[in-house]
């Protein structure tokens, strides 16, 4: 199976940082990766799929990047609303496996 | 408006089984390709089962493989998930969502969750 996995697992950032996740494919799934926010209480919700493509109704301070095995997410001004758990998924193999996640926390 | 609703969660006992359902609505449901995703307390997102459109690709996690089996009715614009062989590690909310073009899955249902214990 398709290993992800997602650094930091925690991140602490303030109102307005760039912040950038990675995600490190244990091997190569060319762009077939999408990207989660899930807060708590909620179901995930898509942002980012194809690496790069923005889901509809997502804001663009929300962009994605990479291929390969190495991806970022990153959030250009973090905003109040943007502080929750993100997920990266491939979805190259048919066992589509997510990373462990990655908290956003206020600073 | 697009909407997935599951139900059928409860509490269960080791070797226990249970039948997840979920109704969709809003779109075009033969149309699309499902998941079910499951997340135990506190933890992260775990991939479980994925159905084609119409149901002739059916694949699973290996930690499920052999207890749980997916599948849906187009007619009825539902899916299933038949729970065997319940586990205390398969407590968790099970959510089923809805497979993009690509692969992604853009809709998600509110999740229902699956507690195993004795």
């Known amino acids: 199976d398709i290993q992800m996995t997602q650094s930091p697992s925690t991140l602490s950032a303030s109102v307005g940082d760039r912040v950038t996740i990675t995600c490190r494919a244990s091997q190569s799934i060319s762009t077939w990766l999408a990207w989660y926010q899930q807060k708590p209480g909620e179901a995930p919700k898509l942002l980012i799929y194809?690496?790069?493509s923005l889901e509809s109704g997502v804001p663009s301070r929300f962009s994605g990047s990479g291929s390969g095995t190495e991806f970022t997410l990153t959030i250009r001004s973090l905003q109040p609303d943007d502080f929750a758990t993100y997920y990266c998924q491939q979805y190259h193999s048919y066992i589509r496996t997510f990373g462990q996640g990655t908290k956003v926390e206020i600073k | 408006e697009v909407q997935l609703v599951e139900s059928g969660g409860g509490l269960v006992q080791p070797g226990g089984s249970l039948r997840l359902s979920c109704a969709a609505s809003?779109?075009?449901?033969?149309?699309?390709?499902m998941n079910w995703v499951r997340q135990a307390p506190g933890k992260g997102l775990e991939w479980i089962s994925y159905i084609g459109s119409v149901s002739s690709t059916i694949y699973y996690a290996d930690s499920v493989k052999g207890r749980f089996t997916i599948s849906r009715d187009n007619a009825r614009d539902s899916l299933y998930l038949q729970l065997n062989s319940l586990r205390a590690e398969d407590t968790a909310v099970y959510y089923c969502?809805?497979?993009?073009?690509?692969?992604?899955?853009?809709?998600w249902g509110q999740g229902t969750l699956v507690t195993v214990s004795s």
């Open positions: 969502a809805r497979a993009t073009w690509d692969g992604a899955s853009d809709f």
């Open positions: 809003g779109f075009s449901f033969s149309n699309y390709h």
């Open positions: 194809k690496a790069s």
